[in-house]
């Protein structure tokens, strides 16, 4: 089984619609990340979790909010969807418990979202 | 800040040919540096990874050699496979960040 999961793996929703996406990670990791996908953008960071009460907004947080559920899930809303919110969005996990510098990432299969 | 710029893609290259792929970045202090794959449909992978200078990361035939003085870390390999064509990330992580930066990636495409 994968180790972080998410769903749904494709959605299809129109503008103005409240939509949430999941994630779930077996990885007993502290650290929880939400990143969308842009072609010619690469990845840019919605929202960051250290735990379940540390919850911290990335370089492009309007129009998103998150919900830390556990250690194991982590939410992403997107209160009224608009079409420029259309694109690949990833949940990925690190595990920060012994300190130090970010260390790698494991990263979620990735929710296909289209905005009409 | 911190930040990474890779060469811009496509690349296409034909089978079995040599493939580099320029990472350069800006940091502040030390960073990790880390090559993540995407294949088609799928999520991105750690590729390898180094953490100090002139450390090289090694897998799966890929190389890439941190060079602090010229703040680079290339991705390498002697011969591309059919099956290596993905997107591929370059990213970093230093003391003073919450998160891995990425760069922009390079999507390669190789023919038989």
Known sequence: DADVTQTPRNRITKTGKRIMLECSQTKGHDRMYWYRQDPGLGLRLIYYSFDVKDINKGEISDGYSVSRQAQAKFSLSLESAIPNQTALYFCATSDQSAGGPIGEQFFGPGTRLTVL | ?112
């Open chain 2, 1 to 112: 800040g911190n930040s990474v710029t890779q060469m811009e893609g496509p690349v296409t290259l034909s089978e079995e040919a040599f493939l580099t792929i320029n990472c350069t970045y800006t940091a502040t202090g030390y960073p990790s540096l880390f090559w993540y794959v995407q294949y088609p449909g799928e999520g991105l992978q750690l590729l390898l990874k180094a953490t100090k200078a002139d450390d090289k990361g090694s897998n799966k035939g890929f190389e890439a050699t941190y060079r602090k003085e010229t703040t680079s870390f290339h991705l390498e390999k002697g011969s591309v496979q059919v099956s290596d064509s993905a997107v591929y990330f370059c990213a970093l992580s230093s003391y003073s960040g919450y998160a891995l930066n990425f760069g922009k990636g390079t999507s390669l495409l190789v023919t038989p």
